[in-house]
């Protein structure tokens, strides 16, 4: 059995998932007996849109004495948000006037978020990640999905290695909100980007083709997802106010329209996938199913709703109690079984 850990995109919803980990953190480090433990340790693969590309990139940064150590705890990864988030999403109010009569093409200062990755990253690589993973994001100009591919930049150099800083810019890069990211590999490619998220908001089904791809003999039941959500916004649009808009002006409610229909999308397929060779048990998906005690937006970071947020990330851990109890217990289990934890030991061969 391998096993994918998924987070998905939602701004600084990503609070929740980032709760629901450091739970998972601690109920590992008590099952172990070991307060040095990390999640990461447990499981085979990752992935990771957006709010979720930044979460994994830091549980999977490496320290910087120890390369083969990890820097962050889960409850570091969490503090992201927390420290964070409201200078992220803090727009002054000329640009939000701007914004506003369509001037302005995004809302907020993209050089306050990448302060804030060059802070928690400094030089560090893509290729330099803990374990395998994939981080999503789009090509604007090629019109195609773009996948920073931790094992790709280990085996292909510097034309497929990436900053860190620069790989969770891109796929942050959310249409509106932020400017499209224009990195550069190693190797000085040029690719213009935005958050993955415009096309899997939740990457859980693109981690399990990723998986299945690399390494040919893995069928779909030999594969346990567990996939972490920020919530689906079910907020609802008048048609007749969205007519009467700008299109820049309507630029969020579509982002939060793509992002829950792609979300919902996936679930769905991955529900069905499962069910078809009877492993419904195998696709584990934890979020939310109400947010109407927040404000839902993915940047509505003040600190009320912040401290909201945190407070329904709390009531999700508490409801799921149970449910990580079994997780935790079934992971623990399965390390002492198999000790190499690599999906990509057929590379070494």
Not at 141 to 158: D, P, W, Y
């Amino acid at each position: 059995m391998k096993r994918i850990l998924s987070i998905d995109g939602g701004g600084i919803r990503g609070i929740i998932p980032g709760m629901l980990l450091v739970a998972l953190e601690e109920k590992i480090r008590e099952a172990t007996n070991n307060p040095k433990a990390h999640l990461t340790d447990f499981f085979d693969f990752f992935a990771g849109t957006s709010t979720g590309g930044i979460l994994l990139s830091i549980l999977l940064c490496p320290d910087d004495t120890n390369k083969m150590v990890q820097k962050y705890s889960a409850k570091e990864a969490l503090d992201i948000y927390l420290n964070h988030g409201a200078k992220i999403f803090a727009a002054k109010r000329w640009r939000r006037f701007l914004s506003r009569f369509g001037l302005l093409s995004e809302l907020y200062d993209n050089q306050v978020l990448e302060r804030v990755l060059q802070e928690y990253f400094g030089d560090r690589k893509l290729s330099e990640l803990l374990k395998p993973c994939i981080i999503t994001a789009y090509n604007i100009e090629l019109r195609k999905n773009h996948l920073f591919r931790q094992q790709k930049a280990i085996s292909h150099g510097e034309s497929r290695d990436f900053y860190l800083r620069d790989v969770c810019r891109a796929t942050s890069a959310a249409p509106t909100y932020f400017s499209v990211a224009e990195v550069f590999s190693l190797a000085k490619t040029r690719y213009p980007l935005v958050d993955g998220g415009v096309f899997a908001h939740n990457p859980s089904l693109s981690a399990l083709l990723e998986v299945i791809k690399s390494y040919n003999t893995y069928k779909i039941n030999d594969i346990w997802i567990l996939s972490l959500g920020t919530g689906l916004s079910k907020i609802s649009y008048d048609y007749e106010d969205f007519k009467k808009k700008r299109a820049i002006s309507i630029g969020p409610a579509l982002v939060d329209i793509m992002s829950s229909s792609s979300a919902e999308s996936t679930d769905y397929f991955l529900k069905q996938l499962f069910r078809s060779v009877n492993k419904i048990e195998n696709y584990i998906r934890i979020e939310p199913s109400n947010l109407s005690s927040i404000d839902p937006a993915m940047d509505a970071a003040t600190s009320s709703n912040i401290q909201k947020i945190v407070s329904l990330g709390d009531k999700l851990v508490s409801e799921n109690e149970d449910l990580l109890n079994r997780v935790v217990s079934e992971i623990v289990n399965d390390k002492k079984v198999n000790k190499e934890r690599s999906v990509w030991n057929f590379l070494k061969d």
